[in-house]
């Protein structure tokens, strides 16, 4: 599906971004040219074509496709280019704060993923912040939200924003109240530094408005919405709604009274607002209480049928009650919330006997959770909301909440703050409670308020807000109750002129419930209450216990009620019942008249409450406001006003004001009363401003509106100077002082004001009278502060603390040069030493006042500071004071709008303060975290912000030397380097703080750069040019300025608005480095580190730049100066010693070499650098290398090791730092790494990743490899007592300080570890091993007999653990793993390596390892070598085969038979070399075995195993054919050993049980069910067909190799069987009667056709009487085998005796031995030759013979025999009689005394060299493998599969075969003919002595000799019983019986010689 070219337009212009709508998989649907598409995600669309776009998305650019129009949403957008940050795409029709949502969401998805992969805590909560964002995006989007619902949105998403990037630890953003970012741009340093340091509280709790952070509580209105109310109340209600404190119990706001009546539907959507709450401090809680009252018939049934007809009866009964809990919505402290909740409230019913406050608090202590809403009957539902502010405030900001007028329900008490517009005149009765003895039932009260008539007021009470005002409120009826408890207020409201002559009335009266009775009831009592008390003030807030006046119905009339109950008391207390009469107290009558009568057994209380602006309840507040009234007492009220209570004086602030200043113009005459006046006003002004800090607005609203007094600042100014000029001031004047000096701001605001009001109304008169008082009193303040300190301290302080506060007013009326004086003079007049807090508060607060902005005062003022500031920094004193002024300096001189006169002040800032400042930062620096090092660091970047180049070069020219100026720059860069880039100053979330402060520093050392290459480059400073590179070097390396480790959004927005400050650093770094010229060598090695660094920032134009340096670096070194003078250097001048210096040639750069190695080591594995690193290192340091002829061929070696050494150690890092890769990838690239520090001779590397690879192998267990690991570091150390040098310490044992200290360590760490694998041989049995070295040490050395002791101790359990049966070792087997393919790291990749397998380890379970280590590999199954395909696949690719190890038993043991527990270990430990085998395609039928062709592979590895690896990487590998025959002998002889193996092991404990495996060996043998037993081989290889076929000497020889192997086998059968006889159970007793018939009959034929073999184990066989019957035909240990294994043939009368020659082979120290030489058939010998051979190890032994000094015998060339063999006449025997030969021990070195005994071995290598098998390994003609002069072929065949040459999956693997011998190559003078296999000849015992004799001349034919010998008279020697094992001593050559074994080939070197070139 494709689009043509020419139908697709161009839309690019369009701005507009496609945003994904689902998803849609392009590049499937379209190949090639489709685009994939996720949900979300935003396309740039550059073409159309129809319904078709072409873009890409903005996530991944560089993949462009097309895609249909309907997957994706269209939306206009701004797109602005810039080159630095490329396009900025900005959504028009979306908010910035829906933009930023958008945003922040993509960038925490990015983490969410890390976050559900570490299992973090925090990704649930991460969840849910984005779910609320994304809901809220919608809600902004939507634009259907009121104004005032969006902004609590936006504010709400903006603080979650903040919170999820403060979880992630993102950046943090300044915002303004709004949420919108701020423009820091526009914003100071200090002022950004300040918004950041309270970023971390606005994201704790939401942002508050401005008034809100004010020192007192602002009110709050709640606003409460009746959603809802379901009641099955038939007739009209009443729904009271008001708030409770339960903590109280009482209600603190007046009722809010919701009228319904029946029929005029519920009330939905009815409003209460309840203003001018506060935030109480007490923890109460706070519930809203909705009472249900009905108003109807006395007594209503819920179930009774409703009428339409109205009643007439109309009485308030209670229904119910229903309340919430709303301390949440109300906080005490902290954000409020003011979001709006709904509840369900549930109604609680009242019962019979219940008052509605006794179901209230009921309600309230039950409290229980509703279990289903749904289910109420009766319930009520509302919401709430908070909103902040008075209810002026509040109707502003949200008008909307107030249409429809709601009711208006105020507090009970008085608000917060009462502003001048508030008045308020209301007085709250509350009904408490009533008792009645008569007619007491069902009792109503009627309230109304009557004047002094008995006439009712009209309007003047009501039940609460939302009704009106009424004459008369009726209380709630209660059903039968006498003593009713109402709870119930009500509020009065009665004019300020009928107030005095007021009382409120309570008329009693009974309800009845029949409507008949009820109309004819009249009232049965009553009771007053005064408004007035008797002093005239107003009513007390109190509990009254009322009188109660009985009335009698009869005449009294409802109609005109008679006021003659006024005459009597109205409380209950003050009436007295009792007269005294003749000295005796009576019952006096009650009082009465007319109608009432005075009722002493009833009572009625009720509480009240005033609430008004206008009414004071303090009778001298009354008296001091109608002074007029009682002038007499005035002085009196002055004085007791300030011992009134403030919360009653506040009340009335504007009218005792008022009434002060009255006093004051109009009272001329007293002086005492103008005192007392003004100590009054003082005394305000302390209540308003600090008692009661929130009517300071009010007492500014007055000042401002209210204020008139004309004539008063006179006054004040004359009190005030009266007050300062007391030179004998008292205690209390002071105290009085104090306090004025306190509210001084306003004093002087009402003598300003005054003076204001004044010039105004008089056309500005006396206006210099007044200058100069103003002036005279200033003058007065500043000479009080030289007075004595010791006195007038704390007067003094206050003054600087107060004074500054009046500068706003004193710049109204005076010169404000004037006031800058004043100030000047003040605080310079203080005492020196004293108060500098108090004048640091001062100068701080004269800087933040307007006086400060004028330039004129700023020329007074500004070097007076810094005068100041200087000395006081110098003393180290209140420096945190110091620091806020200067940051205020500086923030106001970065303003443009304080004149041009700023640049001046700043210079004068910078050459007084800078250099201080710069010291604070250093000093501070090494300190724990204060806020004053933040404060001056701060103060410092602001200096340097706002210096231009001008301000530089002044400052410069400051200094009066360069040494001053060195010092400084100095300073300059510790300061830099100490405080800002080498620890984190800043929290890393503050991230446009720290790019602010890190451009402020490149332009400081852009500046600092320049100064010191024009003024330091001669003389030259090193230390200033060093220190300057170090600062930049950290500048470019801080973490903060390493873009790529930040998110993309985050990288285009530091790019935009910073670029990227490192570029401009490097190119600043190397003009630097480019301008010194020949001082460059100074900076060689120091600088190498720190360069690298830099140049390790993955920024490809800071590498090119710096990368140069390193060639230049080279050259310095390379290259070196030599002076030609013959002067003394001191005494020459600069120039001439210039001019005298030439440049030599070193020839090296060794010291920049070694700290580029280590610094390139410890960069790239903490994380830097980058393969495109290498590359380009590589490119540029080769071109410049090229380029130079004198050192091109020393650099380009050392470049290509560097590139070698980034690549090793990035791969390192890459493997160590990946969580998904193995153990093992690990270990190798540390190996490599090992390898390579080796090569280059860097110890101290070398040693560091050796305990690397230590540790790993410590994870995995591989206790051996830890040994071998620690072994390396052992081998670098020697035995002396010299000091360790630094390279070979080791962290693990920090104490040793020597080389014999760590050596002797790390050799019992090894012995340790060694133990923990089980591997006593390396630590008991090496040669110059850890036991031979420590053993030497204790001995001959140290002699430290206890260590030897202990050491000797820890080795004899070593040996026992060797041999003990308790030790279970099981032998590892080896695997080998090829890797191919391009999906392989590089170490892995096309290599094949031999693995050492775990114990109990099976190809399967390592298979399945090794596929478990790369996830996605396929395993090849077949052995064939991969395709070229494969190889370079990207795929990867395992083949994994196990493979035979080839080991060294022979040449350890010397043919000794030893113990298989110390063999075992040896066959499968320090091995390098391994066979496999494969089946090759025969052309006839599988089960035929001569067509049985295999394919033999020897592996070398480069290492032998185990080592510090359990793997080693394949060196050589050599592969041959092996004939059916040569697979026939190695299958029968590996049989042969298995019976060998099970018979050995009884022997060793014959106690033990029986093996179950000879049962199965037995039976395969002797019936075998499959292949036919030996049958198959006689008729494959022994019938007449083959041998008429294969008639070569060396087809002979194999033939009868099989034949002796088919005889030989017949003596192991017997042996097993007898064991298997006497341990076999009595149930397999059958089976064995079974095998031993058919032993009988194999053994019949068998000794016809191959005649008869003696027991191999004497000791299991009978005794024979005749034993010169027995003879020695074959007697050989295996090369290939782990036993000794005898071939015993009878002499059968007619023996042919084959001839053969004797062969010597000879090398420098090697021990010979005689041997007769045969074909080798595992580890039997059949007729054969008889030759000496060199022994494989180096090594002493009591058989030996010296031998002139001569080149190796090729093997291929008849050898020079040294000595005639003896003839059997002289030959002497020992005891002849016994049949046993004894010989006489006799040496080489006896026959020759001449001979020296060889010295010992070396320590073994453990890595095997390439040459050592090299040459031994051959292939013959007919593809056997040569090894060591013997065939190999394989003990069992490998499983293949089906297809070319592979075997079948169920074909059973052939057996391995042993080592036999094979026919050499002779290019040379052939070997001699060898006899035939079928004779036999007898074996000359190794005991007996040899004689020279019985060896033939070099010119003697062979067969010639050995004729002779065969046809001698002399009878053969008898046979022992036993087999005599005369074996060699050490380690020298192996004399297997007297028969020398040719084991070594021409050029094969010892093995573990440590001889790595072997003679050829």
Known sequence: MSMPDSEWRFCGSKEVIGVAICNYPGATLIPSHGLN????????????????????????????????????????????????????????????????????????????????????????????????????????????????????????????????????????????????????DALTLPETFRLFKEAPARIISPPVRQNESQSYSMPCCFMV????????????????????????????????????????????????????????????????????????????????????????????????VSLVDVTEMIPQKGPLDDAEREVRLPITVCGDSDSLLATTRKAMAVRAPIADPRLLQSYIVLSAKLLVGSVKQVREEFPHLFVGNPPISRILGYPDV???????????????????????????????????????????????????????????????????VWNETLKVTVGFEQFATSHVRFLFKHRSSNETKDKAEKPFALAFLPLKSDDGTALQDRTYNMAVYRIDAKLFSEKSISPAYLQFNEFEDKIDLTTISNGQTKLAPPPSEGCYTYSAKESFSVSSLVCSTKLTQNVSLLGLLMWRSNEFALESNLKALPSQPGVQVVRYLRDILDVLFEILSDRKDSANVEAHVFEALVFLIDLATRGFPNFRPILDLYIKEDFCALLAYDKLISRLSSLINDVEMTNDSRIFFIKTVKSVEYVFKFIIQSRMLYAQMNQNQGEELFRDSMEHLLISLADFMGRDVRVFQTAQGSVLKYIPTIIPDLMRVLDPVVIASFFEQMIGNVPIGSMFQQQIDCILAVVQSPLFRLAECRQVLLPFFCEYLHDLEDSRRESSGASKVLMEMLVLLSDQTVGPSRFQD???????????????????????????????????????????????????????????????????????????????????????????????????????????????????????????????????????????????????????????????????????????????????????????????????????????????????????????????????????????????????????????????????????????????????MKERCNNNSQMRELSLRFVDQLVKQMKLLLEYRDVMTSPDVDIESRMCCTVNLLEYYEGISKREMYIRYLYKLRDLHLHLGNFTEVAFTLEHHARLLIWTDDSLPTPLHCSDFPHDQTHRELKEHLFYEMIRYFDMGKSWEYVINRENGVFNELRTLYESDTYEYQKMSELLRSMAGFYDKVISPHETRVPCEYFRVAYYGGGFPVFWRNKAFVYRGKECDNIRDFTERVQNR??????????????????????????????????????????????????????????????????????????????????????????????????????????????????????????????????????????????????????????????????????????????????????????????????????????????????????????????????????????????????????????????????????????????????????????????????????PRTGVTSKKSHSRVGGSLSASTLSLARSSRDSSSTLTLSLAPATPIELSQTLQYQRQPRRDAEKRHSRPGSGLLQPRRSSFAEEEPGAAAPSPPPLPVKRAPAEHFATPSTTTQNGGLLQNGFLTTPRRRLRTYDGGSGMNEDETPPEKPPLLPAKLPSPTPELPPKASAATTTKVIPATLEFDRASLGSPTTPRNSSRSSRSTSSTPPPPVPEKPAHLLRDGNASPLRDGIASPLLLKGAAPRDSGIDDAPT
């Open 906 to 1180: 700043l210079t004068i800032l910078i050459e007084k303060l800078l250099r201080k400042v710069v010291r604070s930062v250093i000093q501070l620096a090494n300190k724990a975290s204060e806020p004053v090092e933040d404060n001056f660091l701060i103060i410092m970047l602001s200096i340097f912000r706002q210096m231009t180049d001008i301000h530089y070069e002044q400052f410069i020219a400051t200094f009066e030397s360069d040494v001053d100026l060195v010092d400084f720059l100095q300073e300059i860069f510790i300061s830099f380097k100490g405080s800002l880039f080498s620890k984190s100053v800043f929290p890393k979330e503050w991230s446009d703080m720290i790019m602010l402060q890190n451009t402020i520093m490149l332009q400081a050392l852009t500046q600092f750069s320049r100064i010191i290459r024009i003024r330091f480059l001669e003389p030259f400073q090193q230390q200033l040019w060093n220190n300057f590179f170090q600062c930049a070097v950290e500048f470019c390396t801080q973490e903060s300025l390493q873009l790529e480790n930040f998110s993309e959004n985050k990288q285009k927005r530091i790019r935009r608005r910073y670029d990227d400050m490192r570029l401009k650093m490097c190119f600043e770094v190397r003009a630097m480095w480019n301008s010194l010229g020949s001082h460059k060598r100074n900076f060689v090695p120091d600088l190498v580190a720190s360069l690298l660094d830099m140049s390790l920032i993955p920024v490809e134009e800071l590498r090119m730049a710096i990368i140069p340096i390193f060639f230049d670096m080279m050259q310095c070194e390379f290259r070196l100066t030599k002076s030609v003078h013959s002067t003394e250097p001191q005494q020459m001048t600069a120039g001439r010693r210039l001019q005298d210096e030439y440049w030599i040639i070193q020839g090296k750069f060794a010291a920049f070499e070694t700290n580029m190695i280590k610094s390139l080591d410890v960069f790239i594995e903490g994380g830097r650098g980058d393969s495109d690193y290498a590359v380009l290192f590589e490119e540029i």
């Open 225 to 320: 919405t009746i959603r809802k109310v379901e009641w099955k109340v038939g007739e009209s209600a009443e729904l009271i709604v008001s708030l409770y404190d339960e903590q109280k119990q009482t209600f603190i706001t007046e009722n809010c009274v919701l009228e319904w009546k029946r029929g005029s539907g519920f009330l939905h959507g009815e409003k209460v607002l309840f203003v001018d709450l506060k935030r109480f401090s007490d923890p109460s809680k706070i519930f809203l209480v909705c009472h249900v009252v009905r108003r109807g018939v006395m007594e209503w049934k819920e179930n009774g049928t409703e009428t339409k007809k109205p009643a007439a009866q109309i009485v308030r009964r209670p229904y119910g």
């Open 418 to 484: 009462i502003v001048p517009s508030d008045v308020r005149n209301d007085i709250y009765i509350t009904l408490d409670r009533a008792e009645f003895r008569y007619s007491g039932r069902n009792v109503e009260v009627s309230v109304s308020v009557c004047d002094d008539k008995g006439v009712v007021l009209p309007k003047t009470v009501c039940g609460g807000a939302g009704v009106e005002l009424t004459d008369r409120h009726l209380s709630v009826v209660y059903y039968h109750m006498g003593a009713p």
């Open 1414 to 1707: 790369f996830p996605g590999c396929v395993t090849l199954k077949t052995m064939d070598p991969p395709s070229k395909d494969i190889l370079e696949s990207d795929k990867m690719y395992l083949q994994i085969w196990k493979v035979e190890p080839v080991h060294q038993i022979d040449d350890r043991f010397g043919g000794k038979q030893v113990s298989h527990r110390i063999r075992n270990f040896y066959l499968c430990n320090d091995v390098h070399t391994f066979t496999y085998y494969r089946r090759l395609l025969s052309h006839g039928k599988d089960s035929d075995f001569a067509n049985l062709w295999l394919e033999r592979t020897t592996i070398t590895t480069r290492s032998s195993l185990p080592g510090i690896l359990r793997w080693s990487e394949v060196r050589e590998s050599i592969t041959g054919k092996v004939s059916p025959i040569q697979t026939a002998i190695e299958t029968l002889q590996a049989k042969n050993d298995d019976i060998f193996r099970l018979v050995e092991k009884h022997l060793e404990n014959p106690l033990a049980e029986l093996d179950p495996q000879i049962g199965s060996i037995l039976g395969g043998v002797l019936d075998p069910a499959v292949n036919g037993g030996i049958s198959n081989y006689e008729k494959a290889f022994i019938s007449p067909a083959y041998l008429d076929v294969h008639k070569t000497s060396e087809d002979r020889k194999e033939i009868d190799a099989l034949k002796d192997l088919i005889a030989n086998q017949i003596p192991l059968l017997q042996a097993a069987l007898e064991i298997y006889d006497q341990k076999v159970k009595e149930p397999m007793r059958p089976f064995y009667n079974h095998i031993h018939d058919c032993y009988l009959k194999q053994k019949s034929h068998v000794e016809v056709h191959y005649g008869i073999r003696p027991p191999v184990f004497p000791k299991l066989a009978p005794k024979r009487s005749v034993a010169a019957n027995r003879s020695y035909s074959n007697v050989e240990i295996r090369k290939a085998g782990s036993f000794v294994s005898y071939d015993n043939r009878v002499e059968s009368g007619i023996s042919s005796v084959s001839d053969s020659s004797a062969t010597l082979s000879s090398t």
């Open 37 to 184: 598409i996720s949900l979300g995600d935003r396309l740039r669309i550059v073409e159309e074509n129809g319904q078709w776009y072409r873009g890409w998305t903005l996530d991944n650019q560089g993949d462009i496709g097309i895609f249909p129009a309907q997957v994706v949403h269209l939306k206009p957008v701004r797109i602005e280019y810039e080159q630095r940050s490329g396009e900025t795409i900005t959504f028009i029709q979306e908010t910035a704060v829906a933009q930023e949502i958008v945003s922040a969401l993509r960038e925490w998805g990015q983490n969410a993923r890390a976050m559900f992969l570490s299992e973090d805590e925090r990704l649930s909560s991460l969840r849910k912040l984005a779910y609320d964002l994304a809901e809220r995006r919608k809600q902004i989007l939507s634009g259907a939200l009121p104004v005032d619902e969006g902004r609590r949105i936006q504010r709400e998403a903006v603080h979650e924003l903040d919170e999820g990037n403060s979880l992630l630890g993102l950046d943090t953003i300044i915002r303004d109240d709004d949420g919108v970012a701020v423009n820091l």
